[in-house]
Nanobody, 123 residues
Framework: QVQLVESGGGLVQPGGSLRLSCAAS????????MAWYRQAPEAERQLVAS???????NYAESVKGRFTISRDNAKNTMYLQMNSLKPEDTAVYYC?????????????????WGQGTQVTVSS
């Protein structure tokens, strides 16, 4: 099986920084595109940033210039460096990854989600 485990959330004051991590483990053949999503209370889940296996990145307008997504392919791990945090960044942050694994003598790709990590920006 495949698991995504996030870490690094917490409480931070406005203007502060946090670094989230997402580690993929299990019977993995390949980790393709990865992404961070977030969901605030009573709101829909929204894309924050994404990164391809080759390192190409994409950001939501609301986080451009403040957040940086990166990955370490050797460790099957993705990161989100969040700077200049604002109260409106408060949400549960979820890791998403498209992962290939061996199943019945072929490679099967599926999307996986982490359990989420809470980020709270408040004074």
């Amino acid at each position: 099986q495949v698991q995504l485990v996030e870490s690094g959330g917490g409480l931070v004051q406005p203007g502060g920084s946090l670094r989230l991590s997402c580690a993929a483990s299990g019977s993995i053949f390949s980790v393709n595109a990865m992404a961070w999503y977030r969901q605030a209370p009573e709101a829909e889940r929204q894309l924050v940033a994404s990164i391809t296996s080759g390192g190409g990145t994409n950001y939501a307008e609301s986080v451009k210039g403040r957040f940086t997504i990166s990955r370490d392919n050797a460790k099957n791990t993705m990161y989100l460096q969040m700077n200049s945090l604002k109260p409106e960044d408060t949400a549960v942050y979820y890791c998403n990854a498209n992962i290939g694994r061996w199943a019945l003598m072929r490679i099967r790709t599926d999307d996986y989600w982490g359990q989420g990590t809470q980020v709270t920006v408040s004074s």
